[in-house]
Structure formats: C-alpha cells, structure tokens
C-alpha cells in the first residue's frame, strides 16, 4: 500500500518534468514548460507536506497502540506475583538469540522480539485466586487458565476494532503479537491448547515463544515451585523435543543454551541465580 503511494507521488511529479522538458525543446515559446515546471514543483511540495503529515500521523498510532499493549502488559505482570518485569526482558534477549540463529529477516526478528511480551497478556481476566494459587489447580481453575491465550488475542482484536490499518510494519507487529499470544501454548504434538494445534501448523513465532517462556520459567521461582538450576531447565526443554517442542528450535537451543545462561545471569532473579 506504502509502496503504491510512493509510486502514485513519484508519477504525478515525474511525468510533468517529462513534459516540461519536451516543452522546452520543441516549443517555440518557454513559457508553457515554465507553467508546468511551477505546478510540478507546487504539486512536489504539496505531496511533501501531506507525506510528512501522514507518516507522523501514522508513528502517532503505532505508539499509542504499542503504549496501550505495554500498559496491560504491566497490568498483567501486577497482578502475577510470579512475574517480574525482567522475565519480559529476559524472554526478548532469548527470542532475540533464537531469531538471529535462524537468520530471519531482521524486521521479522525484531518484531518477534518486541511482541514476545505479550504473550500471557491474557492472563488479566485470571482472577487472582487462581493465578496465584500456591498449590495444584483444581479441574475447573486449569479450565479457566487455559482460556488465558484465547483472552489474550482478544484482547489484542479489541485494540484495533475501531482502526482501519493498512500500514505493512503495523500489520505485521499485531498479527505476529496475536500468534504468540494466542498459540504459546500449543506442542508440537498436538497436545498443546487452546487449538491442538501441532508441527508446523503452529507459528514460528508462538514455538519461539514456547521455548523461551518455559526454559525462564523453569529458572524462576513461582508460587508453586522452585526455581530450578540453568542444567535442569536444560534437561526439561530437551527432554520436550519433539513432544512439547519444535524439534529444530531445540538443538538451536541447546547449541545456544550458554546464551542462555548468561543472559540469566545477567537479568535473573535474585532468588534464583543458581
């Protein structure tokens, strides 16, 4: 859309400096190619202005909607007591590690790593009873749970229900912040929730997150566990090849698990640097 724009600019511009010059050459009078260079040039500084204006209008939108996702984000994270602003840091540093291994493009890995955040956003319609919970879940509060990614790509739906968006980079970041919310959750398997999805059925960016979500989690420490040893969560994640995990993204992580390790080391828990 961006591109046919330009392309629309450029010929209204072009063209009449085209016609301006075989004004010139073959007209026996200059005043004609002289009429035309004044409106091209008018017309190249009116088409300036209002591209000006739009892309500004358009970096307006995108941050009051990266604003809007960043504040249920920190919502979120309140009223989880186990998560912590640095687990959001951490998961960007991992997929960022993952995404430069598997040489995507850079827009697409800085996206992923941007929207990675987002992925328990819903996780704020999870009364705190239940999210909090020290013990084992009963049936009925790992149903509720469960319904947190579908929650979540709601949630993300909503923010833009009033808003036609035709940016390419805007599009992009939304779509992809809806698959890691909504399909983080899933297993390679099948066995996964909330659509079963599984191989590659599920988004790159979703198996991304899985792995990045579970190997933090598993060093941090939670309301019902301990945080565990970066060899355990090592152990754990390899132990899902296959299974709960991509098994392509596995052996990347376990080529990159000394990555890893010191981006913990370096952005941990206090309680569970171990």
Not at 184 to 195: R, V
Request: with cysteine; charged share 20%; glycine share 6%.
């Amino acid at each position: 859309m961006r591109n046919k724009s330009y392309l629309s600019i450029s010929l209204l511009i072009v063209l009449p400096i085209l016609s301006a010059l075989w004004l010139f050459i073959y007209s026996p009078s200059p005043i004609p190619g002289l009429i035309v260079l004044l409106w091209t040039g008018a017309a190249g500084l009116y088409f300036y202005h209002l591209n000006r204006r739009h892309r500004a209008e358009l970096e307006a939108v995108l941050t009051l909607q990266r604003a809007s996702v960043s504040a249920l984000v920190d919502l979120a994270q309140m009223r989880d007591h186990g998560v912590t602003g640095s687990h959001m840091h951490r998961l960007t540093y991992y997929a960022d590690v993952l995404c430069a291994d598997l040489d995507l493009s850079p827009e697409l890995r800085d996206i992923i790593a941007r929207t990675i955040s987002l992925h328990d956003i819903g996780k704020v319609g999870v009364p705190d009873r239940i999210l909090n919970k020290p013990g084992p879940l009963t049936a009925d509060e790992w149903a509720m749970i469960k319904q947190h990614p579908l929650a979540g790509a709601m949630v993300l739906d909503s923010i833009t229900e009033d808003l036609t968006i035709t940016n390419p980079e805007a599009l992009d970041y939304l779509n992809i912040a809806k698959e890691i919310a909504l399909y983080h959750h899933e297993k390679w398997d099948g066995s996964g929730y909330p659509m079963g999805l599984k191989g590659e059925e599920i988004p790159l960016s979703a198996r991304i997150a899985a792995l990045c979500d579970v190997y933090d989690s598993l060093r941090s420490p939670r309301p019902y566990k301990r945080p565990f040893t970066h060899e355990e969560a090592v152990a754990i994640v390899k132990s899902g090849k296959g299974t709960h995990f991509d098994p392509e993204l596995v052996q990347r992580f376990l080529r990159l698990a000394d990555h890893f390790a010191a981006i913990w080391n370096e952005h941990g828990e206090l309680v569970g640097n171990s």
